[in-house]
């Protein structure tokens, strides 16, 4: 009898594998199939969507494509919703509602939802579930359900080179400047300087950029060292090698070394037994 259970032990785990094996590689090529770009585009017809940017498959909500303009080597990843206007159909008028520039990053489910102008500038990147509005909930009338009151919309303008973190929060009427850092979970509404970095719920500027004095407060680790120009990528693949040799060597020599002191171990706890003794 246990010879028949290991039996069918051993064909359940087996046809696991193959199910999951199955299940991998479909999901795998559903993203590749499932991706939009230049080439591919879908059923989705953006006014703009530049060479070498690329939609990950599953897409958000993607609504008022017309009004859409993606840059060139984008990246957009799973779940992001993208919208223009409060409804599909909506006749927008001529001019670009939504505007991503070139190099832009999405991070997972970051949503980007444009009523009116929002524009991103060229190689800003945006964590996981990033959340941008140009609309927002009133509530001027205390009698009338909030949802049932017509919004307020402002445009939306986050400048080239930024970074926001996860869960960023960008309200309507959001002004960022360049090269600015926005903080996980920071919520922005109104101006943000220059080269400065916001943090907090409503964010406030915590560290700005000096020209005479560099960052105030200084940064509290150092500048990261660039890689020199004429390093080649073949040199860079065979520094990582390198470094995972060292890795696994130190590993190696450190469980080598816990096991010479092992009966080391062993002869405490019998002096122990015996002076207890």
Not at 36 to 42: F, I, K, L, R
Not at 195 to 207: E, F, I, M, Q
């Amino acid at each position: 009898m246990p010879r028949n259970g290991n039996t069918f032990s051993s064909l359940a785990a087996w046809r696991r594998r193959v199910v999951a094996h199955a299940l991998q590689g479909g999901w795998r090529w559903a993203q590749q199939a499932g991706a939009v770009t230049a080439e591919h585009p879908g059923r989705l017809r953006f006014r703009r969507l530049g060479a070498g940017t690329r939609l990950a498959f599953p897409q958000g909500t993607v609504f008022g494509e017309r009004w859409i303009e993606i840059g060139e080597c984008c990246i957009i990843a799973e779940q992001v919703t993208l919208t223009a206007g409060m409804l599909p159909g909506l006749d927008l008028g001529t001019d670009t509602v939504l505007t991503l520039g070139n190099g832009v990053v999405l991070g997972r489910g970051s949503h980007v939802i444009a009523d009116t102008t929002i524009t991103i500038g060229s190689d800003t990147y945006c964590g996981p579930y990033v959340y941008i509005t140009s609309t927002n909930h009133s509530y001027d009338d205390p009698h009338e359900p909030i949802g049932r009151q017509w919004p307020r919309s402002e445009p939306v303008s986050i400048g080239p080179g930024c970074w926001l973190g996860t869960g960023a929060v960008i309200l309507p009427g959001a002004r960022i400047g360049r090269n600015v850092v926005v903080a996980a979970g920071a919520v922005v509404r109104g101006e943000v300087p220059d080269h400065s970095v916001v943090a907090g719920a409503p964010a406030r500027v915590v560290r700005r950029w000096d020209p005479e004095l560099g960052w105030q407060p200084p940064l509290r680790t150092p500048a990261p060292k660039p890689i020199p120009e004429d390093v080649t990528p073949e040199q860079l693949a065979a520094l990582a090698a390198w470094e995972v040799e060292q890795e696994e060597r130190e590993h190696g020599q450190g469980q080598g070394q816990a096991g010479e002191r092992a009966p080391a171990g062993e002869r405490t706890r019998e002096q122990a037994e015996v002076s207890s003794s």
